[in-house]
Nanobody, 118 residues
Framework: QVQLVESGGGLVQAGGSLRLSCVASGRTFSSAIMGWFRQAPGKEREFVAGITWRNGYTRYADSVKGRFAISRDNAKNTVYLQMNSLKPEDTAIYYC???????????WGQGTQVTVSS
């Protein structure tokens, strides 16, 4: 079993920045992929960014490329999502997930709300 706890969400004006954190505990595996996903009201959950624990390889959704950056601290079992130049359409609940795929996770955190005002 893996436990994931997100933090760092909040309310920010358009153009602002936020940094989300996700701490993993339990049966984490070095071969796993950590990812950030988001779900806006009335929409399906979508992939935002992912990173491999082992070598730090990253992948991003087209909608956030150049604005968001995912990183990891293996010693702290923590993954971060630095979000810059935020837009109102980035408003969503952001979830941390982990699994063997970038686009599908086996375990999820409880989510953290990000609201971007115009």
């Amino acid at each position: 079993q893996v436990q994931l706890v997100e933090s760092g969400g909040g309310l920010v004006q358009a153009g602002g920045s936020l940094r989300l954190s996700c701490v993993a505990s339990g049966r984490t595996f070095s071969s796993a992929i950590m990812g950030w996903f988001r779900q806006a009201p009335g929409k399906e959950r979508e992939f935002v960014a992912g990173i491999t624990w082992r070598n730090g390889y990253t992948r991003y959704a087209d909608s956030v490329k150049g604005r968001f950056a995912i990183s990891r601290d293996n010693a702290k079992n923590t993954v971060y999502l630095q979000m810059n130049s935020l837009k109102p359409e980035d408003t969503a609940i952001y979830y941390c997930g982990t699994g063997s795929s970038f686009y599908k996770s086996d375990y999820w955190g409880q989510g953290t709300q990000v609201t971007v005002s115009s």
